[in-house]
């Protein structure tokens, strides 16, 4: 092993590399349940760094659950983190449905946000995890020093520094487009709304991967469409045999797909099978909104590119957001539209004239001012790890019979409970124990997966953290023993 001192405060440690390394050996098998991981002074003098800095990676990897220290007798794997995994594939539905009204949601989002909540449920990541103090310093200054603009209605399109700033980075995610191509939203969540808008009509069908994000079953309810579930594998992403069948038969008018670390399996779908979707889809115009909010979540290597980078005919509709990297509440998201732009920008303007001003100005000078790739290096690293932590104390407590998602990136997980436990009683008796979670069914039109739950991970790792989650799997264990 060849590791490296840095001083770059974004590159990881010494201890941070050597724990990777014992950690990548743990998830690739090589380094199994029960196995003992070298000595102290084994991997001191093998690695040539001091006993020190092993000591402070083994402490790290304790703290997430990887290994456990036995006395006078040095460091093991942990049993609880072989949780199976979630099955990998899901089944697709016959016929479309029309998603029915449901106050769930916004009961589980409320309940997330009361004071003293343990907010497991919604998938908004604490403060803590952001840029948070220095972005409201920027916010603070923006206005401060352009009161004018600050407090005008921005172009319908949107900040125009704000879009040469998204415009760099989608050139990560495998695209090349310029400021005009890019409309800016409040959130993600309107992005897939006015896209949605703008290539369906009242009782058409949309195509969505299932589970899926019960915020986008949300956005097709309020518009009067109709959904049709296709049955997602968490190692190909959507089923493209099962979408090619419903197309073929003329049932869907768009689809919304999550294809980069989709929400609840955080599963990611191989850049070969993404140019094949964008390929069926062209090939019967059927429009493609991809929501790729988590992209920038990679647990492993570089953020995946954006189906819309196979896009020859103008088809995908690529919608985004800051929201789980930088400000949830500062609402700022975009749209590239594609083809459909002259439309989407009809549409927002009817929803909202224009995105907020002040916090448009406040990311575009924060992304101007760098720093944003070396922050989500780290999110990447806290995440994943806060991820391993909260699997590894759902196999601990839960009970037997439970299985987790393997999610790739994003701060997700998806547990899969015994079969005859009921995730909405699970919901109703953690929140009188001041816990939330999201029940199953929210992630399905079709009244599916009764006994899963989705579980944020993203929030401060704390005693009460772990806490509450054992005691939400001594709950579930409870119930199964009824
Ligand atoms: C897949 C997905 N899309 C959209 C959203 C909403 O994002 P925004 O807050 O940017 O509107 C979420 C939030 O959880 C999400 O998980």
């Known amino acids: 092993m060849s590791l490296q001192m840095t001083s770059d405060p974004s590159k990881p440690t010494l201890y941070q590399q050597v724990a990777g390394r014992i950690r990548s050996l743990i998830d690739g098998g090589t380094l199994r349940p029960g196995d003992r991981v070298p000595s102290v002074r084994r991997l001191s003098s093998q690695m040539s760094i001091s006993i020190s800095t092993v000591l402070e990676a083994y402490r790290v990897l304790e703290d997430e659950r990887y290994i456990e220290a036995r006395p006078q007798s040095g460091y093991y794997v942990r049993t609880p983190a072989t949780i199976p995994p979630v ?63 600050s407090q005008s209605y921005d172009s319908i399109a949107g900040h125009q520094g704000l879009r040469v700033q998204i415009a760099r980075r989608l050139v990560e995610a495998g695209l090349s487009v310029t400021p005009d191509d890019i409309i800016t939203s409040a959130g993600a969540q309107e992005a897939v709304l006015l896209c949605l808008r703008a290539v369906t009509k009242p009782g058409d069908t949309v195509a969505v991967e299932t589970p899926t994000y019960f915020g986008l079953l949300e956005a097709i309810r309020s518009l009067h469409l109709r959904v049709l579930e296709i049955g997602t594998d968490a190692d190909e992403g959507v089923c493209l045999e099962d979408l090619s069948e419903a197309i073929v038969r003329k049932r869907v008018a768009a689809c919304v797909f999550v294809p980069n670390f989709g929400n609840p399996l955080g599963h990611k779908m191989p850049d070969d099978r993404k140019a094949e979707l964008v390929s069926l889809l062209a090939r019967h115009d059927v429009p493609l909104i991809e929501d790729d909010i988590y992209a920038d979540l990679a647990f492993e290597g570089d953020r995946p590119v954006a189906a ?153 790792w704390s005693d009460e953290t772990e806490d509450a989650i054992a005691r939400l799997g001594r709950l579930v264990s409870a119930i199964a023993l009824r």
């Open 87 to 149: 099955p990998t594939k899901t089944r697709s539905d016959r016929v479309p449905l029309e998603p029915g009204a449901d106050d769930l949601v916004v009961r589980v989002i409320s309940d997330s946000q009361k004071p003293g909540i343990v907010p497991l449920g919604a998938a908004i990541p604490s403060a803590e995890y952001f840029p948070t103090v220095r972005l409201n310093r920027i916010l603070a200054r923006v206005v401060r020093d352009d009161p004018g603009t």
């Open 308 to 460: 819309k980078s196979f896009d020859r005919a103008d088809n995908v509709l690529l919608c985004s957001s800051f929201s789980k990297t930088l400000a949830p509440g500062y609402r700022v998201g975009w749209v590239v539209p594609g083809k459909y732009r002259p439309l989407v920008e009809r549409l927002k303007f009817s929803t909202s004239v224009a995105t907020a001003t002040p916090t448009q100005m406040a990311v575009a000078s924060y992304l101007e001012s760098g720093g944003f790739d070396r922050h989500l290096r780290r999110l990447r690293r806290l995440y994943r790890d806060q991820v391993a932590r909260v699997a590894c104390t759902v196999g601990e407590t839960f009970p037997e019979g439970t299985r987790v998602s393997r999610p790739l990136g994003g701060h997700i997980l998806w547990v899969e409970m015994p079969q005859e436990i009921d995730s909405l009683e699970v919901y109703g008796r953690a929140l009188e124990e001041g816990i939330s979670v999201a029940p199953g069914p929210l992630f399905s039109a079709a009244d599916k997966y009764r006994n899963f739950l989705r579980l944020n991970c993203a929030l401060p």
